[in-house]
């Protein structure tokens, strides 16, 4: 079970943190990932992160602005966003996909086991 929060509206250049706070199974187990969905939009890959913290990754669209970062002993994943842009507008989901290796993380969807409900952010220009 994973629930999001922290999404709201923002002016552009403004900084947002989520949170998903995982329950229910060994967060440790998993490499977790935030993706997001813009209105008439595909859900796209935003951030990946292994089981161990140890290895991340972004979309080339969020490098250098957003990171991921997870807290094990809170079994919590966060998406630290900074500089943010009209185009970051979108639900975003964290994900969890069980994995056996501890540096393992994917950038596809469909890789993934468990789903949020999602976080609204709305960047106003």
């Known amino acids: 079970h994973l629930v999001e929060s922290g999404g709201g509206l923002v002016q552009a250049g403004a900084s947002l943190r989520l949170s998903c706070a995982a329950s229910?199974?060994?967060?440790?187990?998993?490499?977790m990932g935030w993706f997001r969905q813009a209105p008439g939009a595909e859900r796209e890959f935003v951030a990946a992160i292994s089981r161990s913290g140890s290895s991340t990754y972004y979309a080339d669209s969020v490098k250098g602005r957003f990171t991921i970062s997870r807290d094990n002993a809170k079994n919590t994943v966060y998406l630290q966003m900074n500089s943010l842009k009209p185009e970051d507008t979108a639900a975003y989901y964290c994900?969890?996909?069980?994995?056996?290796?501890?540096?393992?993380?994917?950038?596809?969807?469909?890789?993934?086991?468990?789903w949020g409900q999602g976080t609204q952010v709305t960047v106003s220009s």
């Open positions: 994900a969890g996909d069980r994995t056996l290796w501890s540096s393992h993380y994917s950038t596809a969807a469909h890789d993934y086991d468990y």
């Open positions: 229910g199974s060994t967060f440790s187990n998993y490499a």
